[in-house]
């Protein structure tokens, strides 16, 4: 303080900026607009876009007595996503994975009602990155979490929880199938935690209508994971995620969608988070489908749908629900 010289270039005039309190930043997160810090009299640009955050910058900050930083009006839009897809649910670490896994489903859930009311931005992808990597450690730690996230959710709330669940059984079938590799488990929850972001470009009548679909309104539908593809191309989403998004309603017969790829053509993971997918909308409440028990859906999958899906996953989700599992380091 002190320094009166008006003349310093990188000073911004304070009266058309938002205060933003340093404790709403998340450490290991990243601001994707530019934070000033209020010093010498006036506003330095601080955290320039996008600007990842580490738990000792924000506690010397705090402990300097900067308890807020300062934004441009115009960027309001850019912290209200920065806050939404932040908004957490503390997810304890050392909690019961059966609580933790719950806590996660919850972060990801807000994380995919985000995606449906703003673009796919690096902020969001590196958040479904850490949710992905949260859910990782939980999964390892007890593959039988699973059973603890609920069949039963209001028909609404279904397309939020959907993707997470989807992403927790992943796991637990990649865990059971020996993959321990914490690297390739993350990629693979991100692209579960995004796997249907394409629907954000469904027609939202077709998405909700509790009625069955007319054959127009199936066509729209299909379309999305060729959407999701274009609304992650120009991201830092690795091969995996991005096969997962595109591929994961392709069949190993042949018989999927959007490119009627078989088996041979399809990741491992690709057919993990498709059985995964199966396996959750069956054991959800859907409009005109009934909701079956774990059970019942493993055994209709088995009677049915195992000739399509990948019959690795089948055999070690029986395994997990029987509380045969496996127990990695
Ligand atoms: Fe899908
Ligand atoms: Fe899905």
Not at 16 to 36: G, R, Y
Request: hydrophobic fraction near 40%; charged fraction near 25%.
């Amino acid at each position: 303080m002190g320094d009166t010289s008006k003349s310093h270039g990188s000073h911004v005039d304070k009266t058309s900026m938002q205060a933003f309190p340093v404790d709403q930043i998340l450490d290991n997160s990243s601001t994707d607009f530019d934070l000033f810090l209020e010093a010498a009299g006036g506003l330095t640009l601080y955290a320039q876009a996008t600007y990842k955050w580490s738990k000792d910058e924000l506690t010397r900050l705090l402990a300097n007595g900067h308890k807020s930083l300062f934004y441009r009006q115009a960027e309001t839009p850019r912290v209200d996503f920065y806050l939404r897809i932040h908004k957490q649910v503390q997810v304890d670490v050392l909690s019961h994975p059966r609580l933790r896994i719950l806590n996660l489903t919850e972060a990801a859930a807000e994380l995919t009602r985000v995606l449906y009311e703003y673009d796919v931005t690096p902020v969001v992808i590196a958040k479904a990155a850490d949710v992905a990597v949260a859910m990782v450690q939980c999964v390892k730690q007890d593959p039988t979490c699973i059973t603890a996230l609920g069949q039963l959710v209001q028909h609404d709330e279904y397309t939020y929880y959907h993707s997470a669940r989807v992403g927790a059984y992943a796991l637990a079938i990649a865990v059971q199938l020996s993959q321990s590799d914490e690297t390739k488990l993350a990629a693979m929850a991100t692209g579960a935690l995004l796997h249907d972001v394409g629907k954000a470009r469904v027609d939202r009548k077709v998405l909700d209508k509790r009625g069955a679909l007319t054959p127009p309104e199936w066509d729209e539908m299909r379309l999305h994971p060729v959407h999701g593809d274009a609304m992650v191309a120009e991201s830092q989403l690795s091969v995996v995620p991005r096969q997962i998004i595109l591929h994961h309603h392709e069949r190993l017969d042949g018989t999927g969608y959007p490119h009627k790829l078989t088996g041979k053509e399809l990741l491992e993971e690709v057919k993990i988070v498709a059985f995964a997918d199966v396996f959750d909308a069956l054991t959800t409440s859907r409009p005109y489908q009934v909701c079956r028990t774990r059970f019942e859906a493993l055994a209709f999958i088995r009677d049915r749908l195992l000739a399509n899906l990948h019959s690795d996953s089948y055999n070690a989700l029986v395994e997990i629900l029987a509380g045969r599992v496996k127990q990695s380091a």
